[in-house]
């Protein structure tokens, strides 16, 4: 029985679920995006969000160094655990918590298995940081706006050369109906 055990154990022994998260929390962390079933992303957030929060501790330096040996406990991969001091902590500093997003993608075709996508949500380019410069591109669209006016002088100086060889092609048809007459 279970009482009150809140871990989702995924129908796995320790060994292999502890193997498992840490497979799926290295590439979180290389990839900032990974798709897997639901019940593996709910646990994943369970199990990667205290590694991101112990990299904002930057008391000391061997207060660094102790968190670093503590995520890589969990991780067992240098180049992850690297990258989750280097280039995801700077971006979580200011965050206070829910450093992961996940989005239900619907069943799986094989299995009919719910599957999700897991991502770091200071990495997602189409959330978050992103709308501040969608508003940006707006103000341009504005700007470029302003350049129309210098387009419609160029329409009114084409329009004078098409008058002007409006004119010409009369005065052409004018010289040929002199000569026709001579």
């Known amino acids: 029985m279970r009482h009150g055990n809140k871990n989702n154990n995924l129908s796995r022994t320790a060994s292999h679920r502890k193997a498992l998260l840490m497979n799926l929390g290295c590439q979180l962390i290389t990839y900032k995006r990974i798709t897997t079933t639901l019940a593996k992303a709910k646990t994943l957030r369970t199990y990667i969000e205290p590694l991101i929060t112990k990299t904002k501790a930057t008391d000391s330096k061997e207060t660094i160094m102790h968190n670093h040996r503590i995520v890589f406990s969990y991780l067992n991969d240098k180049a ?3 990258e ?3 280039v995801v902590a700077p971006k979580v500093a200011d965050r206070p918590g829910g450093y992961t997003r ?7 075709i094989g299995d009919n298995a719910e599957m999700a996508m897991i991502e770091l949500v200071d990495f997602n380019e189409i959330y978050g940081n992103s709308i501040s410069a969608a508003t940006e591109t707006v ?9 129309k006016v210098a387009g419609t002088t160029e329409e009114v100086a ?10 010409a092609t009369a005065e052409t048809a ?5 000569t026709t007459e001579a």
């Open 174 to 178: 004018s010289d040929d109906a002199e």
């Open 158 to 167: 084409t329009e004078e050369v098409a008058e002007t060889s409006t004119e």
């Open 102 to 108: 996940i989005i239900k993608l619907g069943a799986r």
């Open 80 to 82: 992850a655990v690297k």
């Open 84 to 86: 989750l001091f280097t």
């Open 139 to 147: 103000k341009k669209t504005r700007r470029a706006g302003k350049k």
